[in-house]
Structures are given as C-alpha cells and as structure tokens.
C-alpha cells in the first residue's frame, strides 16, 4: 500500500505527460490510500477542468466515481495535531501535511511530484518518476 497526493490521483484519471507514471505505479501498487481531503482537492481539480471546457459534469462525476472506488476503504481521518506539528517543522501547507501524516501513521510512503514535500519530506515521500519506473 502506498499514499498518494491528489496530484497522482488526478495523473491517473486525467490525462498529462505524467500519466503513463501514475499507471505504472498503480500497476506496481493497485492499493492506494489518502487523507480524505483528496476529495475536496480532486473535486476542485474537476470542477477546473469543467470550467475549461475540458470535460462535461457527466465525464467529471464518472472520473470522481471511479477515483473513489480505487480508495474505497483506504481514505484516512488525520489527527489535528500531527498536521499541525508537521507544518511548524517544515514550510508545508497543512493540505500537504495531511498526506504526509497519512503516510507516517500508516508506516507507508507518500508517492507525490511535490518538489517541496519531497525536499523537507525525504525519508517518506517518494518521486512518482522513480517510484513508477
């Protein structure tokens, strides 16, 4: 099991240059865990792509039901306090913090292309281009 940001979700479901990346790490790990504010990220992440004219309601509802039957079961409610200590040892926002805490309560890494959680985060985040090789 590994953690993903809302990035890697998006990646997966939503075509980029990353992609391919984020395919191959479900094909390495297919079971992939998340703070439940992915959610709330992914479906702003939707609604931008709605409002580009990238996708109709009908597509986005589609990619946020599947999204969420890949986490089903594996979406986490992260302690206050371990996002808050998080944040005052690092310049992290807390909405970051929440996948890193994730992934130190679950013992797993985070699997992210966050430069910044992947430079004050290195023991736990891992790069999706090293991790989806």
Request: glycine share 2%; hydrophobic share 45%.
């Amino acid at each position: 099991m590994i953690v993903v940001d809302t990035n890697v979700i998006g990646y997966l479901f939503l075509s980029s240059e990353q992609s391919v990346l984020a395919e191959r790490a479900l094909q390495k790990d297919n079971e992939w865990a998340a703070p439940v504010l992915w959610r709330s990220e992914f479906r702003n992440v939707l609604s931008l792509y709605m409002r580009k004219n990238i996708i109709k309601l009908e597509q986005a509802q589609q990619i946020m039901n599947n999204a969420l039957k890949l986490l089903k079961g594996r979406e986490y409610e992260v302690p206050s306090y371990e996002v808050l200590r998080l944040t005052s040892t690092s310049n992290c926002s807390a909405y970051d913090c929440e996948f890193i805490a994730t992934a130190n309560d679950l013992k797993i890494p985070l699997v992210t292309v966050d430069k910044q959680l992947l430079r004050e985060f290195s023991t736990v985040a891992i790069p999706l281009n090293s991790f989806g090789k």
